[in-house]
């Protein structure tokens, strides 16, 4: 904020890159494995200082502060959409609680939910910078990545392979935001993806049900989802080669001892030719 002091007017709670950050900066040390990714929301003791820090810090110094992004999509399942508002539903009150500004949502389709919840909460008032929250935070606040009961678990080994590849497959065919599995996803998650199955394997991880996280295991899951990944896409969108390569990537970058700051770093070598 201060060095963008002339050009800034906010700061957003990037969830994602929170997450991914996390996991790279303490990627070498056993302490701070993250368990499947869809165990890690915005309740969890170090994402919950990480959100409630952003209001803080911005509000303190006359910046509005912008929550994070909900990454549900519209789905064809109503049941999928009603479990997609109740979850958008409970964030956005969240967030409004917490002192933001405003939100993201993935899809206009839930602008109206969130707006309803930060509207409960501003009432006539355009934002809440006026609100300067007394938080006890502490640093080592922002990184209490203890999660209760939660676990690694084989299906999260896939989804984050699975995810990981398409993504960058997309990314490889010129779309940025992809729409996977009813959820929005970005590099940053594709980060997360790829970032987490490297943590996992080199930090000889054990999964819920007691197998290892080892080459042998990952090597068997990488085919299997890989081969999901092409009936998903078609033969046409397969026949670009974009999905070979985006899986070639994402293996290189698990597999690598050196841990890559980022995969577009590698992915734009890929459209250099």
């Known amino acids: 904020l201060f060095e963008l002091k002339d050009h800034i007017a906010a700061l957003n709670a990037g969830r994602w890159d929170y997450i991914f ?17 869809n165990e890690v929301t915005m309740k969890v003791p170090f994402m919950k200082a990480y959100a409630l820090r952003v209001v803080q810090a911005c509000h303190k110094r006359g910046a509005h502060a912008i929550g994070g992004m909900s990454a549900f999509i519209p789905s064809k399942s109503e049941e999928a959409n009603e479990r997609a508002f109740a979850k958008v539903t409970e964030d956005k009150k969240t967030e409004a609680s917490q002192g933001y500004d405003g939100t993201w949502v993935a899809h206009p389709f839930l602008v109206p939910t969130a707006k309803e919840q930060f509207d409960k909460v501003l009432k006539d008032n355009p934002h809440q910078k006026h609100i300067i929250p007394d938080f006890d935070l502490q640093e080592k606040d922002l990184i209490d990545v203890k999660i209760s009961g939660a676990k690694i678990t084989e299906q999260g080994v896939r989804t984050n392979i699975n995810v990981g590849i398409l ?40 999964l819920d049900d007691g197998r290892p996280v080892n080459e042998e295991l990952y090597k068997k899951l990488f085919v299997e989802e890989f081969e999901k990944c092409k009936l998903l896409l078609g033969v046409e969108r397969v026949a670009t080669g974009k999905l070979d390569q985006a899986a070639q990537l994402f293996d290189s970058l698990v597999m690598e001892e050196d841990f890559k700051a980022f995969l577009t770093l590698d992915a734009y070598k890929i459209l250099e030719g």
């Open 21 to 37: 950050s996390i996991i790279k900066k303490f990627r070498n040390h056993d302490t701070f494995i993250l368990p499947d990714r």
């Open 167 to 206: 993504y960058i497959e997309s990314w490889l065919q010129g779309v940025g935001a992809a729409a996977l599995y009813d959820l929005m996803e970005d590099a940053a998650t594709a980060e997360i993806s790829r970032a987490q199955v490297w943590q996992w394997l080199h930090n000889q991880v054990t």
